[in-house]
Nanobody, 115 residues
């Protein structure tokens, strides 16, 4: 059974940073194409970053240069380092395969950027 558990969200001031964690079980992050997604109130869920089996990364234009996706194969965990956060980054963040598998969605972790 695949389980993806997100954590690390919270309240942060504009310009601040957060690091999100996605602990995986039932799959190996080293053999999967994984992505971080986010969904803001009233908006569709969107892919913000992904990492391939070979370690190549891709980012949405809105986060390019500010967010970094990485993984630790030993810990079987995927990370999202988020810097220079702004109010538009406020959303629930989820990890999943890319493209996403419906049954793999976790509970997500909330990121709120506010002064």
């Amino acid at each position: 059974q695949v389980r993806l558990v997100e954590s690390g969200g919270g309240l942060v001031q504009p310009g601040g940073s957060l690091r999100l964690y996605c602990a995986a079980s039932g799959i190996l992050v080293s053999l999967s194409v994984l992505g971080w997604y986010r969904q803001a109130p009233g908006k569709q869920r969107e892919l913000v970053a992904s990492i391939t089996r070979g370690g190549f990364t891709n980012y949405a234009n809105s986060v390019k240069g500010r967010f970094t996706i990485s993984r630790d194969n030993i810990k079987n965990t995927v990370y999202l380092q988020m810097n220079s956060l702004n109010a538009e980054d406020t959303a629930a963040y989820y990890c999943n395969q890319d493209p996403p598998v419906p049954g793999f969605w976790g509970q997500g972790t909330q990121v709120t950027v506010s002064s």
